[in-house]
């Protein structure tokens, strides 16, 4: 076997897997450079500066396994990869103590204005009563995101006394309080909180998470820190809101862009910035090298990696009976993320009909990658599915039944969390995903970009006039209509798909009806 490294990696990595590899380091290659050599090697490694594009991928002839030595995977094809039959691996925990311990360190930054403080003696201004600090003991931590790295900050946190809120709605009641963390909404961890970090992906749903709406309602003495992705906050509205003494300050890591050399934060005093240092230890680079060196050799034995990023191989037989499942498995964990209230604690899927009889882990792990997209940057497939939904306290069990009533196969997914349960059933029909249930209501709808606004209320004369004339007002097309109720007068579900999302205050105007329950804007 021959491997290229075509990023530097710490030598520990490189030298697991000298005993089963040829390996060449070579870093630094343009694209095309790459692509040029790439035909003669079974594995490649990378970090983030070396693009892996579907071009590189295809010129790879003999490819068996890319590794990132790190978490991030954007700067890899991973569908591309797939597509051929390739593995990529990662190392997603490599790095975790390290950005937690780098959230810590600017925390203490912040109370005690250390690199201010610091700039002052140096030029000569000894400053004590200026920079009179606060203490951690005592103050409460909001941690937004309670995956690897938040929860190892909380971890930590905990011997600073620091009283601890988390807001993660797929992180079960009993591991936050394994935590010591106590479980709370948005808003009240935002009124509450001291100190506020960030621990998210980014994703359509998170970018600009903490905006004018959030930062209104902060405690003027809060200290705002991002070690997880640029984005996450505004960075024009963060710095205002420090100049104008809306919040005390902010520690930032990382950028929308980068490698980041101008930025309106760098203007700010009371901003520190580090150049996305999270995992920038020795002792992180060191694990992730060889998390993914030894994924690699596992690969090459024929062995499943511990991190792999896509779903590795399944036969053509099972693949044309699961294949359409899959995409409509996704969709059901992706409805069930949106309709849910209160902490996920476990998750139930029955597998009916046809599909029963195959291999179903497949299904699993869209289901559950459908639930924890945007949740976690680990992409969920069938060797990671079980051991992501563990580390969030999230147990899955699975039954299969033989056969089906309505539907040649059915996938049925009940959620149970602190408030209740959420059931959600998909199928395919026409070749198409289709979701035919949610909770007690029969359905029948397609996933789609389109955007859809589910409504639990009392079916009445009048009501789906009023819901009409607010989108009508609201300049929002409705493409269609689907009502499904238990009883004449009785409950009911009302589904609208929409040509675009329904501000906010439309929202509030449709749950401010008599007899509406609920209103929920989805995207599947």
């Known amino acids: 076997m021959k491997v290229l490294v075509a990023d530097p990696i710490a030598e520990e990595g490189v030298e697991i897997l000298r005993p089963v590899a040829e390996v060449d380091v070579r870093t630094g290659l343009k694209p095309e450079e790459l692509a ?49 039959g390739i593995v990529v691996v990662n190392a997603p925990t490599g790095n975790t103590v390290s950005a937690a311990e780098h959230t810590l360190a600017l925390m203490l930054a912040l109370a005690r204005h250390i690199p201010q403080a610091s700039t002052a003696l140096k030029g000569g201004a000894w400053q004590r009563s200026k920079y009179m600090g606060t203490e951690l003991r005592g103050k409460t931590l909001g941690i937004i995101g309670l995956g690897n790295v938040g929860s190892e900050v909380a971890r930590r946190a905990r011997a600073f006394e620091m009283r601890l809120l988390g807001c993660d709605p797929f992180v079960s009641e009993d591991m936050a309080a394994s935590l010591q963390v106590e479980l709370v909404t948005m808003e009240r961890l935002l009124r509450e ?8 992906p980014l994703t359509p749903q998170t970018k600009g998470l903490i905006g004018p709406k959030e930062l209104a309602m902060v405690k003027p003495t809060v200290r705002i820190i991002n070690c997880a992705r640029g984005g996450l906050v505004d960075e024009e509205l963060l710095a205002k809101a420090v100049e104008e003494k809306m919040i005390a300050g902010a520690a930032v890591d990382v950028f929308p862009e980068e490698p980041a050399t101008k930025s309106v934060l760098f203007n700010v005093d009371e901003v520190i910035v580090t150049p996305h240092l999270g995992a920038s230890t020795a002792e992180a680079q060191t694990l992730a090298a060889r998390d993914v060196a030894e994924q690699v050799v596992a690969v090459f034995n024929g062995q499943p990696p511990r991190y792999a990023v896509n779903v590795p191989f399944v036969s053509a037989d099972a693949m044309s009976v699961l294949g359409p499942y899959m995409a409509a498995a996704a969709a059901g964990g992706r409805l069930v993320r949106q309709l849910v209230e209160g902490q996920v604690n476990s998750i139930q899927i029955t597998y009916e009909g ?13 289901a559950l990658g459908g639930l924890l997209e945007g949740v976690t940057e680990e992409r969920v497939n069938i060797v990671n599915a079980n051991l992501l939904a563990t580390r969030r306290g999230i147990s899955v069990v699975e039954q299969k039944k033989t056969r089906c009533e309505n539907y040649a196969s059915l996938i049925t997914l009940n959620a149970t969390t602190s408030t209740g349960t959420t059931t959600v059933a998909v199928t395919v029909m026409r070749d198409e995903p289709h979701v035919v249930r949610v909770d007690n209501y029969w359905i029948d709808i397609v996933p789609s970009d389109s955007y859809f606004l589910f409504s639990d209320h009392i079916d009445r004369p009048g009501l789906i006039g009023s819901v009409g004339k607010i989108t009508g007002d ?31 205050e439309q ?3 449709l749950l401010s009806l008599p007899d509406v329950n609920t209103v929920k804007m989805v995207r599947l």
């Open 354 to 366: 046809e599909i029963s009889a195959y291999d179903t882990n497949t299904l699993k792990a869209s």
């Open 474 to 504: 609201a300049d929002i097309n409705i493409s269609y209509m689907y009502v499904s109720r238990l009883k004449p007068r009785g409950q009911a579900l009302m589904i609208l798909a929409l040509d675009e999302a329904l501000p906010e």
């Open 193 to 200: 909180s001291d100190f506020i970090t960030l621990h998210l």
């Open 36 to 84: 040029a050599i790439i035909g003669d090697y079974e594995g490649l490694l990378v970090r983030s500066q070396t693009q892996v594009t579907a071009g590189v991928i295809a010129a790879g002839t003999k490819l068996q396994v890319i590794g990132r030595a790190g978490t991030g995977i954007d700067n890899i094809d991973v569908d591309e990869a797939t597509r051929r």
């Open 507 to 509: 929202r509030q105007q």
